[in-house]
């Protein structure tokens, strides 16, 4: 291999590891302090549910009665009807081409706080990625005993990579949101006179606004856990083996 590109990756790994020990010691606490901050504002703080309902601008049409073909003939006549003669009946649907008033918009209170989580859950990630890292560099050779400060930084690498993990699936949250309120729309726009189909899109309204709110609080929560088991750990985590092992004879 050649020098530089040796040279070239012992500088990648010392560069991340003065950006991990400076993100565990300053950005993790600085972190924390703006999530909780940030769960005080008015836009995650005791909201009502009211303020994240919202009209759906799907009208509900009257209902269209739908007419039998009659036969003509008279009871005389030489061929009667052989079919039973049904009852008008009511359209239980209606294909949807367009919708009279326009388009079916986003939840917007809603998406206002998408806006604000998604960045959020993306440095976690980030930041979780890089402390993953870190911890691996910090991993010595394999060797026969002495291995009680691998073991702490096996567990917590495993914690780590836990957190990124959860973090992740919360990107997939948000798009199985969307997508489920889009299928809950679609059947309001076919059955507009079906009240429970309009309920059931403000429930799940409701239920992303609180999801949204314990993201918050769990994100906080990842970086506070993270910090704590790291700041302990710290020294353990830098040099998991000593460099005098005494004698135990």
Not at 130 to 140: E, G
Not at 213 to 225: G, I, K, Q, T
């Amino acid at each position: 291999m050649p020098n530089d590109t040796v040279v070239k990756v012992q500088e990648y790994k010392d560069s991340l590891i003065l950006k991990a020990e400076l993100l565990i010691t300053k950005r993790f606490p600085e972190k924390i302090v703006q999530l909780n901050e940030l769960l005080a504002t008015p836009m995650f703080n005791e909201r009502n549910f009211d303020e994240v309902h919202q009209d759906l601008n799907i009208p509900a049409l009257p209902p269209v009665l739908v007419k039998n073909h009659e036969d003509n003939q008279s009871e005389d006549g030489d061929h009667p009807p052989t079919k039973r003669q049904r009852k008008d009946v009511l359209v239980s649907g209606q294909p949807v081409l367009a919708l009279p008033t326009g388009t079916v918009t986003c939840n917007k209170p809603l998406c206002e706080m998408i806006k604000v989580v998604k960045p959020i859950i993306r440095t976690l990630v980030e930041d979780s990625n890089l402390l993953k890292m870190w911890i691996s560099f910090m991993i010595p050779k394999i060797e026969d005993g002495n291995n009680f400060g691998v073991s702490i930084q096996e567990d917590t690498l495993a914690e780590i990579q836990t957190v990124e993990s959860e973090a992740a699936a919360f990107f997939d949250q948000i798009s199985r949101y969307f997508l489920s309120r889009a299928k809950v729309v679609s059947k309001v726009a076919k059955y507009p006179h079906i009240d429970d189909y309009r309920r059931a899109v403000v429930e799940l309204d409701e239920k992303e606004y609180l999801s949204l709110w314990l993201v918050v609080c769990e994100v906080r929560n990842r970086y506070s856990s993270l910090h704590d088991i790291v700041i302990k750990n710290l020294e353990k985590l830098k040099k998991p083996r000593s460099s005098n092992t005494e004698s135990l004879y």
